[in-house]
C-alpha cells in the first residue's frame, strides 16, 4: 500500500486530493495545525475513528514553520509521495504578514526537501509542490505556459517563487523526483470564505435571504482563468506518477472577470444585477427577481459596492493558462467549467443560507460572519 503525506490536508486541496488517494487505495497522512476551535471540517467526512484496525486516513499536528516536527514526521512515515499543499494561501493576506508567509510557504518547502534529503528517503519519497500562477504576476506573455517568465507581485508569489525554484534545485542536486504544478486558480463549494469566487457565492446567497445587505468588493474588472479544485488535484496526482519529473502548467484556458462571476452567480439565484461606473465609484443594482431564490431582493436594491480596502497594493490584472503540456503528456483535461463551478457554489452556498434563514426565523440567530 503507498503512503502519502500532505499538508495543508485540511483546505480546498487537501480535502480533495484525500478523497483521491483514499479511493485509489493509498494510506494517507496528513499534518494539522492545532487551533483553538476545530479546523477539520473539510476532512471530517473521511474521518476513520483511529481505535479501529485499518484506518487509512491518519493526521498528526504540525506546522511548515516547525524543523523538527516536521522531519519527525517523515521519518515515522517514510512516505512514497509527498504533497506540500499547506501555505498561508491569500494573496491580500500576504501583504499584510509577509514574514510569515515567506517562513511558511518558501522556508517550510525547503524544510520538506531538506527532511527527506537528511533522512536519506530522496530516492523513496516523490514531491509535489504547490506552484502558482500568480509566479507569473505581472505578465509577459500571454497565454501563460511552462516556459513564461515569472514576474511575482506579493509576498505571497515572491515566496512561492522560492518554494518553485527550490524543488527545481533539489531535483538538479540530488536527483530528487520533486515537481511543480503551476495551477491557475481552482475553486469549489469548499473553497476559504474570503477568496473571490466564494465571497460572491456565499455574500449573494446570504443576500438572498436577507441575512446580508451588500456584498463589498475590491478589484471587479481582474481577470481569472477559474477551474474546478477536484480536477485539479487528480493532475496533482498524475504528476507524480510519471517517469520523470516535470513541471505543469494546470489550467482551463479560459478566463473571465470577476464582474462576470458576479452576473453568473446573481442569475443563478434568479436576481439580474447591472452594474454602473467605472470599478472604482461603481454599483451593481437589481433589475430583474426571478424564481422564489431569492426572497429578500427586490428590483432597484444596490447589492454590489466597491470598498477600496479590497484593493491591493500591486494587482495581478489578468492571468490565462495554456494546459497543452498536461493535456498531451498525460492526457489532462478540465472537465467542469467556470460557469457549471458557479452553478455548484451558489447552490451549496444557498442551501446553507437557507438552513440560517429558517433558524433566524424561529428565533435561533446565528452571527453571519461578513468579513472578506
Ligand atoms: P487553503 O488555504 O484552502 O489551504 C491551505 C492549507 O494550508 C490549510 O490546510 C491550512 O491549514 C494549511 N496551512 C496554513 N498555514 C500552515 C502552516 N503554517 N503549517 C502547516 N499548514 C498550514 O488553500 P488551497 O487548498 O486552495 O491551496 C492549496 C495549495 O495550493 C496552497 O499552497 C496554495 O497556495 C496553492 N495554490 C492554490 C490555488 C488555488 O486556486 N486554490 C492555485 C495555485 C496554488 P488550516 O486549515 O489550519 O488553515
Ligand atoms: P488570487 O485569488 O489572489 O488570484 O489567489 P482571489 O480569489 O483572492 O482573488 C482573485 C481576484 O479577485 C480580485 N478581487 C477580490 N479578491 C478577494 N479575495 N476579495 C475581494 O473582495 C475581491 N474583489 C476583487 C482580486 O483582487 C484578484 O484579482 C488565489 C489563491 O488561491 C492563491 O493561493 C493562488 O496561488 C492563486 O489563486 C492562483
Redesign the pocket.
Known amino acids: 500500500m503507498k503512503k502519502a503525506l500532505i499538508?495543508?490536508?485540511?483546505?480546498?486541496?487537501?480535502?480533495y486530493l484525500t478523497e483521491l488517494l483514499l479511493e485509489k487505495g493509498y494510506e494517507v497522512h496528513g499534518?494539522?495545525?492545532r487551533?483553538s476551535l476545530f479546523?477539520t471540517q473539510?476532512v471530517d467526512h473521511l474521518y476513520q475513528d483511529p481505535h479501529m484496525n485499518d484506518t487509512r486516513l491518519k493526521l498528526h499536528y504540525?506546522?511548515?514553520?516547525d524543523t523538527s516536527n516536521l522531519t519527525r514526521i517523515i521519518r515515522d512515515i517514510e512516505p512514497d509521495e509527498v504533497y506540500?499543499?499547506?501555505?498561508?494561501?491569500?494573496v491580500a493576506v500576504s501583504f499584510e504578514a509577509p514574514e510569515y508567509t515567506a517562513?511558511?510557504?518558501a522556508v517550510?518547502t525547503l524544510r520538506i526537501l531538506e527532511a527527506i534529503r537528511f533522512l536519506g528517503l530522496e530516492k523513496k519519497t516523490r514531491f509535489y509542490q504547490?506552484?502558482?500562477?500568480?509566479l507569473f504576476g505581472l505578465v509577459q506573455e500571454i497565454p501563460q505556459r511552462e516556459t513564461t517568465p515569472f514576474y511575482p507581485r506579493s509576498p505571497?508569489a515572491v515566496a512561492?517563487m522560492y518554494a518553485y525554484w527550490i524543488a527545481v534545485n533539489y531535483r538538479e542536486s540530488y536527483d530528487m523526483f520533486a515537481c511543480n504544478?503551476?495551477?491557475?486558480?481552482?475553486?469549489s463549494p469548499?473553497?476559504?470564505e474570503t477568496?473571490v469566487t466564494r465571497k460572491i457565492t456565499r455574500g449573494l446567497s446570504n443576500i438572498a435571504m436577507g441575512l446580508e445587505p451588500c456584498l463589498y468588493m475590491g478589484n471587479i474588472d481582474s481577470l481569472r482563468d477559474w477551474g474546478h479544485?477536484k480536477d485539479?488535484v487528480r493532475m496533482q496526482w498524475m504528476m507524480l506518477q510519471q517517469d520523470a519529473p516535470e513541471d505543469f502548467v494546470i489550467a482551463t484556458g479560459v478566463q473571465y472577470s470577476v464582474r462576470e462571476f458576479i452576473t453568473w452567480a446573481a442569475a443563478d439565484l434568479g436576481i439580474t444585477v447591472e452594474f454602473s461606473g467605472d470599478g472604482v465609484e461603481e454599483t451593481g443594482t437589481v433589475t430583474k427577481v426571478e424564481g422564489d431564490l431569492a426572497p429578500a431582493v427586490e428590483p432597484g436594491q444596490v447589492i454590489v459596492r466597491i470598498d477600496p480596502r479590497y484593493f491591493r497594493p500591486a494587482e495581478v490584472d489578468t492571468l490565462l493558462g495554456d494546459p497543452s503540456k498536461a493535456k498531451e503528456k498525460l492526457g489532462w483535461v478540465p472537465e467542469i467549467t467556470a460557469r457549471e463551478m458557479c452553478r455548484e457554489m451558489v447552490a451549496a452556498d444557498h442551501k446553507a443560507a437557507r438552513r440560517h434563514a429558517l433558524l433566524k426565523e424561529h428565533g435561533l440567530e446565528l452571527p453571519v460572519s461578513v468579513e472578506g
Open positions: 499538508t495543508g490536508i485540511t483546505g480546498q486541496d487537501g480535502s499534518i494539522k495545525r487551533a479546523n473539510r504540525g506546522d511548515l514553520s506540500n499543499l499547506g501555505a498561508q494561501s491569500h517562513d511558511v510557504d517550510g504547490a506552484s502558482t500562477s500568480e505571497y512561492k504544478g503551476i495551477l491557475f486558480n481552482h475553486e469548499r473553497r476559504g477568496f479544485a485539479y
